[in-house]
C-alpha cells in the first residue's frame, strides 16, 4: 500500500470511529431521558440515598464493631491501614527470682547495682513485685535513662559482713510473630532512631554496612532482608561456651578479624549492627534463663540455679509488624552443646522457629547499651550482671572471683 492510500485509509477509519461513538452517546441519553419519570410540580423526585442518610445520623461503634475497623468515610482515620490493639496471650506462667549476695573480703565502704527485670509492662511480661532483706545502709529502686534501665542501688558503710537478698516475682508468655497480622500501631520515632545509632561496641557504617549490602543484595522487604541476616548469623557464627559471662559484646573486633560469634552478647550484637546499616531498627535485649525448655535441655536450666542463666535476645523493627523477636544465639548454642548436625532436621526446625519466637522460660532485663551508673564517669557496653564497687574499684558479676552472689528461679502458682 502507498504512503497516501495509507493515510487515506486512516482518516477514514477516525472519522467512522467519532460518527459511531456520537451515536452510541445520543442513544445513551434518549434512553436515560425515556427511563427517567416526569416530577410533579412543587415536588422533588430525588430521593435521599442510604448513604447520606446515614452520613447525617449518628455513627455507632459497638466492642464488635470499633471505630478502628470502620472509620467514617471522608476522615483521615479512613485512609489509615487497619490498626489493632494486639490480643494478650492466654497463658502466662510466674516465676520467683531470688538473688543473694554476699561480698567476701570486702572492707570499708561498698555499693552494690543489681539490675532488675523490665519495669515497663508488654505482651510477654510482667514485673508483679519486688522485696528486699538484708543488712545495707541504704538502699533504692533507681530508673536509668536508658533503655528502661531499673536497678537496686543498696550502700553499706562495711562491707566486711555485707549481705541482700532479693525476691522478683515476674509472669511470662511466648512471644510469636505472626507475618498475617500487618496491624501494629507505630512506635515512637525518638526510639526508632535510637535504635538505628551505634553504640561503643556495635558500629553501624564501615564494614558492617558492607557485609550486609552483600547479604540482603537486591531484596527490598524488610522482613525478608532480616530474615536474610539472620540466615547470615546463623550460618557463619560459631558459639563458644568457654568465654565468661555472655561473651564481651564487641562486634567491632569480630568484623575487623573477619570471625563472628562468641557467646550471645556477640552472636546477637552482629544481627543488632547489621540490621541497623541497612536502616532496620534493631536492639538486643538483655535477660536470664528462669526455667526448663521444651525446644532442646541446653536452652534452658537444668535446675532451680540461674546464676549463670544470663542470656542476650534480639529484635528489630518493622513497620505494621511492631518489634519482631529472634534469637540467632541459642541456634549457634544447641549445635555447640547439643553436637547437631548442621542438616540435622531438628536444628533446621528450630532455626526456623528461633526466627520470630522468644521461648519464655526467659526474663527480659533491659535494653540499655552505653550504660553509665549514677556515680561513675566510664560507660559499661551493657548492664546484666551484678556490678560491685569496693576497695580496689568496680568489681564485674561475670567473675566468680570478685565476689559471692547466687541467683535462683523456679515457677509458682498465684
Not at 448513604?51 to 470499633?66: F, L, Q, Y
Not at 527470682?97 to 567476701?104: A, F
Amino acid at each position: 500500500m502507498k504512503r497516501r492510500d495509507f493515510l487515506a485509509s486512516a482518516a477514514a477509519l477516525s472519522l467512522l470511529s467519532a460518527d459511531a461513538l456520537a451515536t452510541n452517546k445520543k442513544k445513551a441519553t434518549a434512553s436515560s431521558s425515556a427511563a427517567k419519570p416526569t416530577a410533579k410540580p412543587g415536588r422533588s423526585s430525588a430521593k435521599p440515598s442510604a448513604s447520606s442518610s446515614a452520613g447525617r445520623g449518628p455513627v455507632t461503634h459497638t466492642p464488635e464493631d470499633p471505630v478502628i475497623e470502620k472509620p467514617p468515610q471522608g476522615t483521615t482515620a479512613h485512609r489509615l491501614p487497619p490498626v489493632k490493639a494486639p490480643e494478650p496471650p492466654a497463658e502466662w506462667r510466674t516465676f520467683e527470682i531470688t538473688t543473694t549476695v554476699k561480698p567476701q573480703g570486702v572492707t570499708g565502704a561498698s555499693s552494690l547495682w543489681l539490675p532488675l527485670p523490665l519495669n515497663q509492662d508488654t505482651l510477654f511480661q510482667r514485673t508483679l513485685a519486688h522485696s528486699w532483706s538484708g543488712n545495707p545502709g541504704q538502699s533504692s529502686m533507681r530508673r536509668l535513662p536508658d533503655g528502661n534501665l531499673e536497678v537496686l542501688h543498696v550502700e553499706w558503710s562495711d562491707g566486711r559482713d555485707a549481705r541482700l537478698e532479693i525476691r522478683t516475682v515476674v509472669t511470662t508468655a511466648d512471644r510469636h510473630f505472626d507475618i498475617t497480622k500487618r496491624t501494629i500501631p507505630p512506635d515512637r520515632e525518638d526510639i526508632l532512631r535510637r535504635n538505628l545509632q551505634q553504640s561503643s561496641l556495635i558500629p553501624n557504617d564501615g564494614l558492617a554496612h558492607q557485609l550486609a549490602e552483600r547479604i540482603i543484595g537486591r531484596i527490598k522487604d524488610p522482613v525478608a532482608q532480616a530474615k536474610a541476616i539472620y540466615d547470615w548469623v546463623v550460618d557463619n557464627t560459631v558459639y563458644d561456651p568457654s568465654l565468661p559471662g555472655c561473651g564481651s559484646g564487641d562486634v567491632r573486633k569480630q568484623l575487623v578479624r573477619g570471625e563472628y560469634g562468641g557467646r550471645s552478647a556477640d552472636i546477637s550484637g552482629l544481627f543488632v549492627s547489621l540490621c541497623r546499616s541497612v536502616g532496620i531498627p534493631a536492639r538486643c535485649v538483655y535477660g536470664i534463663r528462669v526455667g526448663p525448655s521444651r525446644l532442646f535441655r541446653s536452652l534452658g536450666l537444668g535446675s532451680n540455679d540461674a546464676t549463670r542463666g544470663q542470656h542476650v535476645r534480639a529484635e528489630f523493627y518493622s513497620p505494621g509488624f511492631g518489634w519482631i523477636p529472634v534469637d540467632p544465639s541459642d541456634v549457634r548454642r544447641a549445635v555447640a552443646l547439643e553436637a547437631l548436625s548442621e542438616r540435622d532436621s531438628r536444628l533446621q526446625s528450630l532455626r526456623k522457629v528461633l526466627f520470630g519466637v522468644w521461648e519464655m522460660n526467659w526474663v527480659a532485663f533491659n535494653i540499655g547499651a552505653d550504660v553509665t551508673l549514677p556515680g561513675r564517669q566510664i560507660p559499661m557496653p551493657f548492664l546484666l550482671f551484678p556490678k560491685l564497687e569496693a576497695s580496689g574499684g568496680l568489681r564485674d558479676g561475670t567473675d566468680p572471683a570478685a565476689f559471692t552472689y547466687t541467683i535462683a528461679a523456679r515457677q509458682i502458682e498465684l
